[in-house]
C-alpha cells in the first residue's frame, strides 16, 4: 500500500496578471521506506511538491492523500496535528529555533506531541549521541557550525519517529565531508527505522544516494526511475 500518493495535481499561481503553473497534473505514489530524490532544473516545481506532499501548501486541483488521509479535508488546525505526528522536515536553512540549546531543539516536536519529559529527554540524547553531537547537547545553534545544526535539524525530524521525512537541499550548504556522513546516517536510519525520505534537491551526492529518482521539468515528471 501506498504511503503517498499525489493524484493529478497541479499548484497554479498569479503573481501577476500571469497564471504561472508551479505544477501541472502530476501523479505519483510513494511507497513505505522509500529513499527517493526529486530533480530538476530550478523554477521545475520540486520545492512546491515537497510542500504540497507535506501539507505545508494546498494544490490548485487534484489531490494528496497520505496514510489514507486526503490532505484537502483537513482543516488548518488538522493539518498542524497531522505534519506534527506524521511529518519530519529537514529544511535547507535548518529552521532552529535560536534561543533553545541542541537537545531543547531536538526534543520541542516531542513534547508539543505530550511525550513524557523523561522519554523526550532520553530519545533527544541518543539521537543526538547517534548524529555525533552527543558533546554539544547545550550549546545553541549560533555556537554551532553550519553541518552540526544540520545534523540537529536531521535529529529533530527523526526523533519522533514520523512515518516520513521530507528534506529540501539538506546538502545545500554542507561541505563535502559533512553531506557525506549525513546522508550516510540518513541512508542508515531509513534502512534501521523504515522512514521513508523524499529529498527535493540538485547535489549530485543527494541523487547518487536516492535508490529512486523523479525528475521535474516545467512542473511535470518527465522521468521517474527506480535504481538497481
Known sequence: MSIITVNNVCKIYYPGEIE??????????IEPGEFTAIIGPSGSGK???LNLIGGLDRPSSGQVIINNTDLSSLTEDELIDFRLFNIGFVFQSY???PVLSALENVAFIMQLQGVKKEDYIRRSKEI????GLGSKLHQ???????????????????????AFVLADEPTANLDSNTARQL???MSELNRELGATFI???HDHRVIEAARRIITLEDGKIVLDELKN
Open 140 to 162: 545553541r545553534p549560533s555556537q554551532l557550525s553550519g553541518g552540526q545544526q544540520q545534523r540537529i535539524a536531521v535529529a529533530r525530524a527523526l526523533v519522533s519517529r514520523p
Open 20 to 29: 504561472v503553473r508551479a505544477l501541472d497534473g502530476v501523479s505519483l505514489n
Open 199 to 201: 529529498f527535493s534537491t
Open 183 to 185: 546522508l550516510d546516517l
Open 95 to 97: 529552521n532552529l529555533i
Open 47 to 49: 520545492t512546491t511538491l
Open 128 to 131: 543526538l549521541h547517534r548524529v
